[in-house]
Each structure stands twice: as C-alpha cells, then as structure tokens.
C-alpha cells in the first residue's frame, strides 16, 4: 500500500525556517517525481515544487523560488521541503504528493502536516 | 502559466442525480494533461482522472472526464451520498502546474 507520511511543520515566526519531511513506503520511491502541494485554511490547492527521479530537474512556484528548495533522498525513500524567510501567507497545510513515472500528474497524496507562519 | 476557471463554483445536487463540472483553461493544455481530484472535508485530496478522460485506479466507472484544447468536463452520472466534496482540475502539461478554484458539490 503506497503511503506518504508528512512531519516537521508547526509554529514559527514570520522570517523563520522550517524543514519539512515526507517518508515514503509501497512503491518504488526512485521511479517517481514527487512534489509538495498546499492548502491554505479554507482555500484552495496550490502546487509549490517538484522534482525528478535523480533530482536533477526541480521546479516551483513563483512566490516561493529563492526561499524553499526541494530535495530527497532515493536511499531513505524521503522527500524534503526546506522553507526559509517564511512569511505569513505560506500559513497551509503542506502536502508531500507522489506524481507519475513519466507525468507529473499527482496521482497519491499524504495527509499533510500544518505549517503556520505568525509572531 | 495556465489558469484554469471552474464553474460552477457550487453545484446543489440530489443523490441519483448528474452532475457535470467544468474547468476551462486560458490556453490549451498540452498533451490533454488535465486531471481531476476530489477532497472531502479533513481529508487529502484523491485522484479520480488523469490525461482529461482515463480513471485512477478503483474509482467507479460513474465518474468520468472529458475535453481537449481549453474545455475539459467531470461527469458523475448518478450521485451517491459520498460523491459530495470539493473537486478540483489540474493541469500539469506545463509549468508551473496549476489547479482551478474548485467546485463544491453540495446535497440539495
């Protein structure tokens, strides 16, 4: 059974960092993009970042390119999202999302992990 | 990048009936990379269809998709009780890739 299972978000004040994880099981984490998605309190989705099988190809939205960096570890089966200078609109919660082998569609989704921004 | 406009932005439905969403995309979407997800409150999202018309694993033939270009539709033909939630499209034909706002299919 394919799982993604989301920790590291909290509380954290406006300029601060963060660190998000996603540990993957079922699958061959390797073979897949993976990407994080958020949703901020009573919106709606927005997609943040993804990246390819070796990592050598990564993408993101416009309101968080210099700030977050996407990464993962194909040996421990993780993805990561380090988000630095937060601000009080990255307020969401962060979900860790598998794509396709050879599409980005997202095709799993994790339970996501909460991630507020406030002094 | 892509901006996809949903409509309706509610849908009031009763069970047994159809219901058909619409997402339209400012330009057209290449490859049809168009997908839908659907999300129930407190839930993570799930993926229903992908590339406009071909249905994710274990989900019931009632739901389908259709479209190309600019216009893609989700047809439910007959609401059951657990079909009403929020459903979103996606387009990931190129970057960044976006969502539509969502439609929220309510119990009439």
């Known amino acids: 059974e394919v799982q993604l299972v989301e920790s590291g978000g909290g509380l954290v004040q406006p300029g601060g960092s963060l660190r998000l994880s996603c540990a993957a099981s079922g699958f061959t984490f390797s073979s897949y993009y993976m990407s994080w998605v958020r949703q901020a309190p009573g919106k709606g989705l927005e997609w943040v970042a993804n990246?390819?099988?070796?990592?050598?190809?990564?993408y993101y939205v416009d309101s968080v390119k210099g700030r977050f960096t996407i990464s993962r570890d194909n040996a421990k089966n993780s993805l990561y999202l380090q988000m630095n200078s937060l601000r009080a609109e990255d307020t969401a919660v962060y979900y860790c999302a598998r794509d396709g082998a050879k599409t980005t569609v997202t095709t799993r989704w994790g339970q996501g992990t909460l991630v507020t921004v406030s002094s | 990048e892509i901006v996809l406009t949903q409509s309706p932005g509610t849908l009031s439905l009763s069970p047994g009936e159809r219901a058909t969403l619409s997402c339209r995309a400012s330009q057209s979407v290449s490859s049809s990379y168009l997908a839908w997800h659907q999300q129930k409150p407190g839930q993570a999202p799930r993926l229903l269809i992908y590339?406009?018309?071909s249905r994710a694993t274990g989900i019931p033939d009632r739901f389908s998709g259709s479209g190309s270009g600019t216009d893609f539709t989700l047809t439910i033909s007959r609401l059951e009780p657990e079909d009403f939630a929020v459903y979103y499209c996606?387009?990931?034909?190129?970057?960044?890739?976006?969502f539509g706002q969502g439609t929220r299919l309510e119990i009439k």
């Open positions: 590339t406009a018309s």
């Open positions: 990246m390819n099988q070796d990592g050598s190809e990564k």
């Open positions: 996606q387009q990931y034909g190129s970057s960044p890739i976006t």
